[in-house]
């Protein structure tokens, strides 16, 4: 099946200071997303992105179909981006999806 | 509703008992997933429901866990004879497949956390 990385595993921020997240996989996907879970361990939609490039407010993502990696920007960091950003990918006619292992942000004030 | 219901959101219980876990997903959604996420780790795939079709339980770890879905809509995860690495945090997720912008976009709910003594 499918692989999927993501990098780095941890991180650790300064308020007000930018990031970014990449999440590589082995094959086309026609579905991506990336996911916030929350230090309470909520997991909220960020962004459906399997190619090209869209913003929300501070955070903005890219996603390079043709050479099989997404990037996630966060500008500066809140307090409040801690926690754990997941990428999912789908690939074929599966409707399952790959999640990665994650990348565990720390926001300190 | 207006997002995914997952209830109880904690659940204690005691070695060798069972277990049911309940997720109720947006109205119209058409597919809706088990995961299980242990301490520290990522999303782990259990089991896949989508409309009337039979349901993909190729991530169920063992023959101890089972799950239906009623009417196409709430579904029950039931975990027999509990054992303590059953420990984890079950999350519960619905999308619509179809066409147009619907794109498969997965929602997730809170999740129940369940501990076994």
Redesign the interface.
């Known amino acids: 099946g499918i692989q999927v990385e993501q990098s780095p595993p941890d991180l650790i921020l300064q308020e007000g200071a930018n990031s970014t997240l990449r999440c590589n996989f082995s094959d086309s996907v026609n579905n991506l997303q990336w996911f916030h879970q929350n230090p309470w361990g909520q997991l909220i939609n960020l962004f459906y992105i399997p190619s090209g490039t869209k913003q929300n407010g501070r955070l903005s993502a890219t996603t390079v179909a043709t050479e099989r990696y997404s990037l996630l920007y966060i500008s500066s960091s809140q307090t409040t981006d801690s926690g754990v950003y997941f990428c999912a990918v789908r690939s074929g006619g599966s409707y399952i999806p790959t999640f990665g292992r994650g990348t565990s942000l720390i926001v300190h004030p | 509703g207006a997002g995914v219901s997952q209830s109880p959101s904690n659940k204690v219980t005691e070695k060798g008992k069972d277990v049911e876990l309940r997720c109720d997903p947006i109205s119209g959604h058409t ?1 809706l ?1 088990w995961y299980r ?1 242990s301490l520290g ?3 782990e ?1 259990l089991i ?1 429901f ?1 409309g009337n079709s039979a349901p ?1 339980k ?2 169920l770890p063992s023959d101890r866990f089972s799950a239906e879905r009623t009417g196409g809509s709430v579904s029950t995860l039931t975990i027999q004879r509990t054992q303590q690495e059953d420990s984890a ?1 079950y ?1 519960c ?1 619905s999308s619509f ?1 179809g066409g147009g912008k619907a ?6 709910g ?2 129940t ?1 369940l501990s076994v003594l």
């Open positions: 597919a997933y996420q780790q990522g999303l795939f896949y989508q993909d190729s991530g945090v999350l997720a497949l794109k498969n976009i997965q929602y997730f809170a999740g956390r």
